[in-house]
């Protein structure tokens, strides 16, 4: 599997942001169709308004990480579950180094909050499912689309990335993993 990765950001005011990008209603309708849904402490429902989660920030530093597929690596995907394993794996080896800079930069400001990509604290399965709490709550983080922001607006807006999503089963030519850092 060959893969290179790409950052892109932008910094904006926190209320422009939340003005723009969250319709919780909407979104909530989208969690409520995914399979995992309950199923993790980092997903709805939550026993808080997602509303609140962001309130008291004065800006928002939009990243989006991207990576990007070669073409041999698309071709080797013959059937859907190899295209989903390849690129569960590239999202994974990713995100073990991106989550610690997330928090190395929450702790760079005092009072900030970082939003990710989904929660993989527990490799063996989250504890919701068993009624058990969260074993981090520490490190746990909220995807910004489980408090309610459109991220495909926010990335086509911002950005200037469109997201990709498979609809035949292939590998898409790439994967954005999207994450911000709120400040006070």
Not at 82 to 106: C, F, H, I, K
Request: charged share 30%; net charge negative; hydrophobic share 35%.
């Amino acid at each position: 599997m060959k893969y290179t990765v790409q950052t892109r950001e932008v910094t904006i005011p926190a209320q422009e942001f939340i003005s723009r990008y969250r319709d919780v209603d909407r979104i909530r309708q989208y969690c409520l169709q995914c399979p995992g849904y309950g199923k993790s402490w980092g997903c709805p429902p939550f026993d808080f308004d997602p509303r609140s989660a962001t309130d008291g920030f004065k800006t928002v530093r939009l990243m989006a990480t991207i990576i990007e597929f070669d073409e041999p690596t698309r071709a080797a995907c013959q059937d859907a579950q190899a295209a989903a394993r390849v690129g569960r794996e590239a999202m994974n080896e990713v995100w073990q180094s991106l989550l610690p800079r997330l928090y190395d930069m929450e702790r760079e400001v005092p009072g900030s909050r970082c939003f990710t990509f989904r929660c993989v604290l527990c490799p063996e399965g989250c504890t919701r499912p068993e009624g058990k709490p969260c074993r981090y709550p520490d490190k746990l983080r909220h995807s910004l689309e489980s408090v309610g922001f459109d991220i495909e607006a926010m990335t086509r807006e911002l950005l200037e990335i469109e997201l990709e999503w498979s609809r035949d089963g292939s590998l898409s030519k790439h994967i954005t993993l999207v994450t911000a850092l709120f400040t006070p």
